[in-house]
């Protein structure tokens, strides 16, 4: 079984700063990749940043320059480093994550739980 757990949402000010993380377990062969999406209330979920297992990264354009996206030493945890916030950011942020496994030895996604992010003051 492999999971993916995030945690680091809540409430901050504009102009301030929040630190998401994400961590898989389970049976893992390799993780090819490893980002955030997140999803407004009547938006589309859309991809905020993301990393392969190379180190190459991308981001959203309205993220660009604030956000940062890195991997943990151990390259079965992500962090995603929010900075200078806008109410723009408000959303449900989502860990994913291209996982190989024994059952699934090409890859499949994987999702986490789910993390609020409000920006508001």
């Known amino acids: 079984q492999v999971q993916l757990v995030e945690s680091g949402g809540g409430l901050v000010q504009p102009g301030g700063s929040l630190r998401l993380s994400c961590a898989a377990s389970?049976?893992?062969?390799?993780?090819?990749?490893m980002g955030w999406f997140r999803q407004a209330p009547g938006k589309q979920r859309e991809l905020v940043a993301g990393?392969?297992?190379?180190?190459?990264?991308n981001y959203a354009d309205s993220v660009k320059g604030r956000f940062a996206i890195s991997r943990g030493n151990a390259k079965n945890t992500v962090y995603l480093q929010m900075n200078s916030l806008i109410p723009e950011d408000t959303a449900v942020y989502y860990c994913n994550a291209r996982i190989l496994t024994t059952t699934s030895p090409g890859g499949s996604p994987y999702w986490g739980q789910g993390t609020q992010v409000t920006v508001s003051s």
């Open positions: 990393i392969t297992s190379d180190g190459n990264t």
């Open positions: 389970g049976s893992i062969f390799s993780i090819y990749f």
